[in-house]
T-cell receptor, first 111, second 115 residues
Framework: KQEVTQIPAALSVPEGENLVLNCSFT??????LQWFRQDPGKGLTSLLL?????REQTSGRLNASLDKSSGRSTLYIAASQPGDSATYLC??????????FGQGTELSVKP | NAGVTQTPKFQVLKTGQSMTLQCAQD?????MYWYRQDPGMGLRLIYY???????DKGEVPNGYNVSRLNKREFSLRLESAAPSQTSVYFC??????????????FGPGTRLTVT
């Protein structure tokens, strides 16, 4: 059974710092991996989708990497801002397109 | 395009009451999903429908029923609500793309409290 784990559960950093969020999964037979952002009391915003054949995807200050063989993905946020404060969710697509989510990392960026 | 829409946005029920959460998508996707999210946890799959006319159980189906009314609409029913069903419910839809990859699109969620 696929399990997705995100470490750390919570992270607090000063504004301007570069940071890395980690995601690991137990079964390397995944199709895609997707990173989402969730603001308190809100829905999910898709940040980056990495196909299984890709190693990384970039969007602005965000860079996500995927290493299927080791069952790991990282989300790198450059020059963090208070507006980046949110919960970040990692999810993997198994066969049939079903998503398995991690528990999330709650990020707080202090001014 | 509205994407994925959900009604209602908020609902309070008493234990034992029933209700139906509605979800609709206008992207002509074949697959639709219902998830629940509890505090400090990621989303967990309740039921999904791979195509019109089919439904299957996910990770946490107990206490729920679903109906794929047509290609656009997928409803989730709580027959006898329990406090353990207090949660935020998300609907999603997806299509298998030409690149043989998937991407799910999510609705805004329904916040349900059962007292």
């Amino acid at each position: 059974k696929q399990e997705v784990t995100q470490i750390p559960a919570a992270l607090s950093v000063p504004e301007g710092e570069n940071l890395v969020l980690n995601c690991s999964f137990t079964d390397s037979a995944i199709y895609n991996l997707q990173w989402f952002r969730q603001d308190p009391g809100k829905g999910l915003t898709s940040l980056l989708l990495i196909q299984s054949s890709q190693r990384e995807q970039t969007s602005g200050r965000l860079n996500a990497s995927l290493d299927k063989s080791s069952g790991r993905s990282t989300l790198y946020i450059a020059a963090s801002q208070p507006g980046d404060s949110a919960t970040y969710l990692c999810a993997v697509y198994n066969q049939g397109g079903k998503l398995i989510f991690g528990q999330g990392t709650e990020l707080s960026v202090k001014p | 395009n509205a994407g994925v829409t959900q009604t209602p946005k908020f609902q309070v029920l008493k234990t034992g009451q029933s209700m139906t959460l509605q979800c609709a998508q206008d992207m002509n996707h074949n697959s639709m999903y219902w998830y629940r999210q509890d505090p400090g946890m990621g989303l967990r799959l309740i039921y999904y429908s791979a195509s019109e006319g089919t439904t299957d159980k996910g990770e946490v189906p107990n206490g729920y029923n679903v109906s794929r009314l047509n290609k656009r609409e997928f409803s989730l029913r709580l027959e006898s609500a329990a406090p353990s069903q207090t949660s935020v419910y998300f609907c999603a839809s997806s299509e298998l793309m030409m690149t043989a990859t998937y991407e799910q699109y999510f609705g805004p969620g329904t916040r349900l409290t059962v007292t």
